[in-house]
Every structure is written in C-alpha cells, then in structure tokens.
C-alpha cells in the first residue's frame, strides 16, 4: 500500500491509504484520461434493495390512485358545490355532515387551510405521477445502468 501522492498523506492524524500498485491500472478511462464508470456502477444491485425498491414503488403508486379517488371525491362532495353556493349567491347551502363533525356547526366557508390541504395534496400527488411513477424498478437490469453522457 503507498501514501497519497497528492500530499494528503496526513488527515487529523490519520494516513490516507491507497490501493496496491497496478490497482489504478486496472480501471477503464476514456480519451481525456478520466475513468469511464463511477465506483457504484461496480457494486451489484442487492436483491434486498431491488425488493424494498418495488414495494415502495408499488406503494405509490397505490397511494397516488388513492389521492387521485380522494381530491376527487373531495372535489364532488365539497369544494365544486361550495363554489357553486358561492358564485350563485345561495344562503341555504350547508357543507356536508361530516364538515361540521371535523370543524365545527359554526363553519360557514373554506378557508385557506381547507385550500391548502387540497393544493398540497395535488402537488404532490402530481410530482408522483410525473416524476416517481414513471421511473419503475421492473426495467431490464441491462437498461438500468446506461448512463447518457
């Protein structure tokens, strides 16, 4: 084992070690001299990680219809008919029963928390659906590690 060449030789006491000789070698590089691969493309997926990959992938996507079937819901049973009560002027329009266990008999509007609750679920269910969704674990591992550089 050699000492750092670069003069890291000393960190708070401690060596830094290099790999043997010929070690370095042994690494592909590319035309300008810099290595091909990164350290992680070296170390073989787990099969307890792919596993736990596919769960939580499987999760959400579970978790994402569910939101999808709640904002829905939430939009039919509260939010569309209070915007219709509003627009129209109606007084006699009541929130449904279970608004007034949760909040109270005296609750007469949504508030910004209430729009808040629904923004935030959207955004995110979004994010998921753009973003997580696409990206599922059950690609060829072939395909898993192709880098576009």
């Known amino acids: 084992r050699t000492v750092c060449s670069w003069g890291c030789g000393s960190l708070g006491g401690a060596r830094l070690l290099m790999p043997a000789n010929g070690a370095a070698a042994e690494r592909r590089t590319d035309a300008s001299g810099t290595s091909s691969h990164d350290v992680e493309d ?3 997926d787990n099969w ?6 596919g769960i939580s992938w499987l999760l959400t996507v579970a978790l994402s219809a569910l939101s999808i079937a709640f904002i829905c819901y939430q939009l039919w049973a509260l939010y569309v008919p209070y915007c219709r009560a509003k627009l129209t ?3 006699t329009y009541r929130f449904p029963e279970y608004f ?3 909040w109270g008999n005296d609750a007469e509007d949504l508030t910004s928390e209430h729009w808040g609750y629904l923004g935030a679920c959207a955004l995110v269910t979004f994010i ?11 690609t060829s591992r072939a395909a898993e590690h192709y880098k576009l550089d």
Do not use: M, N, Q, T
Request: charged share 20%; hydrophobic share 45%.
């Open 128 to 138: 998921s659906i753009r973003y997580v969704i696409p990206a599922h674990p059950f």
């Open 42 to 44: 070296l170390v073989p």
């Open 100 to 102: 007034y266990r949760v």
């Open 89 to 91: 002027g109606d007084k």
């Open 48 to 53: 307890l990680i792919r596993l736990v990959h």
